[in-house]
Nanobody, 122 residues
Framework: QVQLVESGGGLVQAGGSLRLSCAAS????????MGWFRQAPGKEREFVAH????????YYADSVKGRFTISRDNAKYAMYLQMTSLKPEDTAVYYC???????????????WGQGTQVTVSS
């Protein structure tokens, strides 16, 4: 079993940057692909970014491509989401999750964190 804890959220002005972290417990962390999702108020949770178990491949939602960067450090049992050029529409609770496959579908993710709030003011 893997436990995930997100951190790094907060309030930032439009155009600013934030770096989210996802800390994992469990020695099997490095065997999982990982993803970031987000849920804005009144909206369904949506895919943001995905990274394979070794960091060799990444994939982004069109809405964040070129602004967000996903990365991981297996030695530190951690995954990151560097967010730049933030927009008010990026405001959401951000979740990290593990997956056995390369997927953007929520149902393919096994373990989830509790989320961290990101608020972007205009």
């Amino acid at each position: 079993q893997v436990q995930l804890v997100e951190s790094g959220g907060g309030l930032v002005q439009a155009g600013g940057s934030l770096r989210l972290s996802c800390a994992a417990s469990g020695r099997t962390f490095s065997s999982y692909n990982m993803g970031w999702f987000r849920q804005a108020p009144g909206k369904e949770r949506e895919f943001v970014a995905h990274i394979t178990w070794n960091g060799g491949m990444t994939y982004y939602a069109d809405s964040v491509k070129g602004r967000f960067t996903i990365s991981r450090d297996n030695a530190k049992y951690a995954m990151y989401l560097q967010m730049t050029s933030l927009k008010p529409e990026d405001t959401a609770v951000y979740y990290c999750a593990t997956s056995y496959s390369f997927s953007i579908r929520q149902r393919d993710y096994v373990y989830w964190g509790q989320g961290t709030q990101v608020t972007v003011s205009s």
